[in-house]
């Protein structure tokens, strides 16, 4: 029974994804591909060199300077010399970055409330309350099992 419920789950998740992105595709950024999403959201996060970005994601080095390349020209990152040591570039993000994370909030939560203000305040706790049951048990267990 568990099974049919996950499988319907996945299925209704997976539609209520393309429907939104659909509703409000018009106005996300498309210049960046995913991956280059993925590198802004790590030197978001404080991840500002390189090799540690390789080394969180698993890819050759090589492979993350080409995306970095794409993003420096298109004037979403910018790179400095550390200081501290100028053989070391620091990746930093320039202006066009802050704004399409700025732009991306917005978005993000225009469509949480045109989506949510439709749900009573019990339905809402009880989403809430779900969501973090399957966060906890996502931080909590070895998914790859």
């Given amino acids: 029974m568990k099974d049919e419920y996950i499988k319907q789950i996945n299925i209704l998740q997976s539609n209520f994804n393309i429907l939104v992105a659909k509703k409000f595709e018009n106005q996300l950024d498309n210049e960046l591909t995913a991956k280059q999403v993925l590198l802004l959201e790590l030197i978001k996060e404080g991840v500002t060199s390189t090799k540690d ?3 969180k994601l698993n890819v ?10 794409k993003l420096e020209d298109r004037e979403y990152i910018e790179r400095n010399f ?13 202006d066009k970055a802050h704004q399409y994370f700025k732009d991306l909030a917005a978005l993000k939560y225009q469509i949480n409330k045109n989506i949510y203000e439709n749900l009573s305040s019990e339905d809402l706790k009880q989403l809430k309350n779900i969501l973090e049951k399957l966060l906890t048990i996502a931080t909590d267990s070895d998914l790859s099992n």
């Fill in 53 to 55: 970005i390789a080394n």
């Fill in 60 to 69: 050759s080095t090589s492979a993350v300077s080409q995306i970095l390349n």
């Fill in 82 to 94: 550390n200081p501290q040591n100028r053989r070391e570039i620091i990746l930093n993000l320039a």
